[in-house]
């Protein structure tokens, strides 16, 4: 089974915060660059945050710069995604994924979805941002 297991959603107060982690699952995640993805009913899967290989670049949407931090525990196989002054249009069901094409990030902006390859997905972890 070669796939990414997306915990550490849950309910929280417009303001506060969540650490979402994303832990490998038959492969070594320190090897890919990892993308965080989320998605709402109804809109297109949309690219949240992106954290290379070793020490290349980490980047983010403009929605969530200043309040995400993307990080790695390669001891534990695991990409971290700590959210904080949690929106609620930060509302959704986010995912994680590996890219097979490259190790290294967009500096800046989102992952993109097209034109690049993503894979080893898991089932996500919902996040409800209350008003």
Same mark, same amino acid.
């Given at each position: !089974?070669?796939?990414?297991?997306?915990?550490?959603?849950?309910?929280?107060?417009? +303001?506060?915060?969540? @650490?979402?982690?994303?832990?490998?699952?038959?492969?070594?995640?320190?090897?890919?660059? %990892?993308?965080?993805?989320? !998605?709402?009913?109804?809109?297109? @899967?949309? +690219?949240?945050?992106? %954290?290379? @290989? +070793?020490?290349?670049?980490?980047?983010?949407?403009?929605?969530?710069?200043?309040?995400?931090?993307?990080?790695?525990?390669?001891?534990?196989?695991?990409?971290?995604?700590?959210?904080?002054?949690?929106?609620?249009?930060?509302?959704?069901? /986010?995912?994680?994924?590996?890219?097979?094409?490259?190790? /290294?990030?967009?500096?800046?902006?989102?992952?993109?979805? @097209?034109?690049?390859?993503?894979? /080893?997905?898991? !089932?996500?972890? !919902?996040?409800?941002?209350?008003?």
């Amino acid at each position: !089974q070669v796939h990414v297991v997306e915990s550490g959603g849950g309910l929280v107060k417009s +303001g506060g915060s969540l @650490r979402l982690s994303c832990a490998g699952s038959g492969f070594t995640l320190d090897d890919y660059a %990892i993308g965080w993805f989320r !998605q709402v009913p109804g809109k297109e @899967r949309e +690219g949240v945050s992106c %954290i290379s @290989r +070793g020490f290349g670049p980490t980047a983010y949407a403009d929605s969530v710069k200043g309040r995400f931090t993307a990080s790695r525990d390669n001891a534990k196989n695991t990409v971290y995604l700590e959210m904080n002054n949690l929106k609620p249009e930060d509302t959704a069901t /986010y995912y994680c994924a590996a890219n097979l094409e490259t190790v /290294y990030c967009r500096p800046n902006g989102p992952p993109r979805l @097209r034109g690049s390859t993503w894979s /080893y997905w898991g !089932q996500g972890t !919902q996040v409800t941002v209350s008003s």
